[in-house]
Each structure stands twice: as structure tokens, then as C-alpha cells.
């Protein structure tokens, strides 16, 4: 009957309506068949309301035409093309606008080689929100088998931040529970739409390698939490876009320092260790003739205001260097 098809319509989209609503972002560069995977994996999202931020980042390799083609007829997905490669930072803070002028309370970053599974999303909302942490990631594993990818970010005595148990089985004893840790990683990370409103976006000068972990650290020092929830789960294939990249090791050296030198205390910073990354760097720079744009860099380093003092700093430093992770205390009930 008429009647009762308009009713039972109803009836779902008051459902629909009363699930969280999660906007994701992933990044397309020069990988179409991953990122089309990715985006399929985000459809697929059980337990919220998903939409995706879809963003073509300079590829000029016809993947704006063969995405066009697979998602320009689903509403859910609003590709955006930008006409040069914005890196990382830059073409992630596109999606992540895009999400903000629309009110977005909760930001999924997705990577093009990252395929989440279906409660993901769910999962991740579900635990953040019963802790009200700023973010959240998933057990990320490698492509099957149980090898870990990452179980989120660890900071080091030399404050440099690594993935945690990267290349490992998966440890038995982490699951069954939820886990604060240091940071995210943002391959597939679930923020508050706030943090990007109040601690600003991704560092567009970092333009790839530890825009994540600088964020990491802003949310830290501004008083958020990183959590890592077990019962989420995404495969991770790791330098999709990345893997022949000529400049990879110039910004990976030039950013570790550049965050040393913007969230460390001066003795993380003063070492024999950073001086080490400071001449491969420079070595770097050399080769690729961008000289004066690392020394630029890391003098904006330098001068960047600081998300805390050094006092909060140190601080940091003391409850978190060399801890995997900590057990969350029993979630608040509603």
C-alpha cells in the first residue's frame, strides 16, 4: 500500500538520521585502483551515516577521468580535483575544508592504500565518544596474515615518533580492550571535527612524511587524547603513491627534525641525533638543489608558535617517552 511504503521510508530515514555522521577524506595520487578499493571499503561503512571527501591531487595521469567514472553518480562521494600536487598535507586539508563548512562533528582520514572494514567507522565513533578523546585509529595490519602495520605513534628518548609493533604479529595481550596512546596514525585515523577548528589543520609545509605526527603532537600538548580501539580494523598497504617518490628521504629528514624542533624540549632537540638528520637532510637538499628551501623550513620551525611551553613540553615528554600504550579507565555511561 501507498501509505505504508511512505511510512516504512520514514521509518529508515529516521534511522539513518539518528547514526553518527562521519565525512571522510582520501587522497588520490596516481593510484586509481587503490583509491577506488579505499572508497568502496568507506561505502561499505555499516552503523553510520558515511560521506566521502574524494580528493584527485594533481595526477595528471587521467585518474581524475576513471574516478569521475566510478563515483560520479554516487551521492555519497564528492570528488574535488586539484590541478597540482598539493602532497599530503595540502590535498588532505582540502577534503578536511570541505568537511568543516559543512559541519562535519567527526573526520575520517583514509588513505588511498588503506581498506577499512565495514564497522570500522562504527567502531572507532563508538569508543571515541565514550572516552571524548580527540582521536582515534584502528588495529592497522598489513595485507593478509596478522603482521601489524601500526598500532599507533610512540615517542622515543631522541623524540622521534615510530609506528608501533610495525612488521610484528599482531600481540595477542593488546586485544580484548582499548588503549590510549601517544598519537595517530593518519593512514586511517577518526578526528573531532573541533580539532581541526581549534589546533588548526594539517602542516601544508610539511607537505608529506610526519604531517600526522606534528597533529600528534598539537593535540597532545592542547590537552586531547589519542586512542587506539582493537575491535576497528583496516588493511594498510603502505607507500601506495610514495614508493618511487625521488624527494622521500629529503622530506622525511628535513620534517623529523622540523617537528623536533617545534613540539621537543631544547635537550630532545640538542643531540648528536638530530644533528645526524640535520646533515642528511641538508645532504639532500643539496642533491635535489632545494637548499634554500629546507634552511627556510626549519627556520619556520623555529619561529612557529608553540601549541605549549616548554614546561607542558617536558611534561609531555615525562608521562609519554617509551610508552606503548595505557590502559583507558571504565567509559563514561549516558
Known sequence: MPGSRTFIGMRACLRAMALPRVGAVTLNYKTPDQTEAAVRSLLASVGVTMSVVLVENGSADGSRERLKAAFGHEPRVELIASETNLGFAGGNNLGIRRLLDRGAEFVFLVSSDV??????????????????????????????????????????????????????????????????????????????????????????DFFIYYEDVDLGFRIRLAGGKALLVTSARARHTRHGSAGGFALKHYYAERNLVAVRIRHSTLRGVATLDTLGHVARGLFEAVRHRRKAEY???????????RTAGARERRAMALAWTGVERRPLPEARRS
Open 115 to 204: 581498506v577499512a572494514e565495514p564497522d570500522c567507522a562504527a567502531r572507532l565513533v563508538e569508543v571515541l565518544e565514550a572516552h571524548a578523546a580527540a582521536s582515534a585509529q584502528p588495529v592497522m595490519l598489513r595485507p593478509g596474515g596478522d603482521l601489524v602495520d601500526t598500532l599507533g605513534h610512540k615517542l622515543m628518548p631522541d623524540s622521534t615518533v615510530v609506528d608501533i609493533s610495525g612488521g610484528q604479529p599482531l600481540p595477542q595481550e593488546v586485544l580484548g580492550k582499548d588503549w590510549e596512546i601517544f598519537g595517530v596514525c593518519a593512514g586511517a585515523a577518526l578526528y573531532r571535527g573541533d580539532i581541526f577548528r581549534d589546533i588548526g589543520m594539517l602542516a601544508e
Open 295 to 305: 634552511v627556510g623550513h626549519l627556520l619556520r620551525a623555529l619561529v612557529a608558535p
